[in-house]
C-alpha cells in the first residue's frame, strides 16, 4: 500500500467482514451502530479492532455520514461521534479516524510532510460533490498541507464491474465515467475521484487504487449484493 513506507509515524487499515460478533446479516465484524446490529456486538467489534491494532477505543472518532460534503476537523476526543459529516482531518496524534462502508469509496489521505490526515467516505453523492477534492483544499487551507505532498488510497469499494446506474444518472455524468454493457449502464467511481484530485494538483503516482469490488468479493460487506448488511471501515491514525 502506498502508506506502507510512513508506518512508523501513521497507522492505517482497512478492515474485511470477519472476525466478529455480530450475527447474520452482519456478521461478523459489523462496525457500524446504524444498521440494525445489536449495538453490543458493534462495541465488541470495535473493541476486537482497537484491540488488535493498540489504539484506544475511547480515542475512536466515527462519523454520521449522511453522503454530504461536510467535513470536520477533529482536534480532541471530546465527541466521538461526529453528527451529519462524510470526511474528517486531523494532526493531532493518536486519535483514530473512522469511515465506514460497503460499497462506496473509503478514502484515505496522507500528507507526510505536515504530518495530517483524513478520511473520506464518498459515494456517489459524495463523489458528485466533489468531497475527496474538497477535503485536499481543507487541509491545504487549514493546515498548509501541499497537494503534491499527499498520498491517496482509494479502499476497497464497489468498481464499474458491478455498479450499475440508471440513464438519469448516465445524462449528468461525462461519458468517459460511463460503461455500456448488455443494455446495462455502469459507473466508475475511482476514476471520477482520481481525475477530481489530479485537477487540484494531486500527483497521479501518489493515488493507489483498491482492485477489489465490495459487489464481487464476499470478504466484504456490499449494500448493493445484499442490502441489508453490516459496514466495514477505513481507519487511520497518526502515531505518538
Known amino acids: 500500500m502506498i502508506f506502507t513506507p510512513h508506518e512508523d509515524s501513521l497507522f492505517f487499515t482497512v478492515t ?27 462495541l465488541a467489534n470495535r473493541t476486537l479492532v482497537a484491540q488488535k491494532h493498540h489504539f ?4 475512536l472518532i466515527y462519523m454520521d455520514q449522511t453522503h454530504s460534503a461536510n467535513i470536520a476537523i ?3 476526543c471530546a465527541s466521538n461521534k461526529i453528527e451529519n459529516c462524510d470526511a474528517l482531518i486531523t494532526n493531532v496524534k493518536n486519535i483514530p479516524l473512522m469511515v465506514m462502508v460497503a460499497d462506496c469509496i473509503p478514502i484515505l489521505l496522507y ?3 505536515n504530518q495530517v490526515i483524513a478520511v473520506v467516505h464518498a459515494g456517489r453523492n459524495g463523489t458528485f460533490n466533489q468531497i475527496a477534492k474538497k477535503t485536499v483544499l481543507k487541509m491545504v487551507d487549514e ?9 491517496v488510497y482509494l479502499g476497497t469499494s464497489i468498481h464499474k464491474c458491478c455498479y450499475e446506474v440508471g440513464e438519469e444518472i448516465v445524462r449528468i455524468v461525462p461519458k468517459k465515467y460511463c460503461e455500456k454493457r448488455d443494455e446495462k449502464w455502469y459507473l466508475d467511481l475511482q ?18 487504487i ?21 459496514r466495514f471501515a477505513g481507519i487511520m ?4
Not at 476514476?191 to 493507489?208: A, K, P, T, Y
Not at 465490495?214 to 441489508?228: A, M
Open 16 to 42: 474485511s467482514r470477519y472476525g466478529g460478533v455480530s450475527e447474520t446479516p452482519y456478521d461478523s465484524l459489523n462496525l457500524a451502530l446504524h444498521v440494525s446490529d445489536n449495538p453490543k456486538n458493534v
Open 111 to 113: 500528507d507526510p510532510v
Open 56 to 59: 484506544l477505543i475511547e480515542n
Open 74 to 76: 477533529i482536534k480532541d
Open 237 to 240: 491514525k497518526l502515531n505518538g
Open 210 to 230: 483498491a482492485s477489489v469490488c465490495t459487489c464481487c468479493d464476499k470478504d466484504y460487506f456490499s449494500y448493493r449484493r445484499e442490502g441489508v448488511t453490516g
Open 143 to 151: 493546515f498548509h498541507c501541499c497537494a503534491s505532498n499527499v498520498l
Open 191 to 208: 476514476s471520477m475521484n482520481v481525475d477530481q484530485l489530479l485537477s487540484l494538483g494531486v500527483v497521479r503516482e501518489n493515488i493507489e
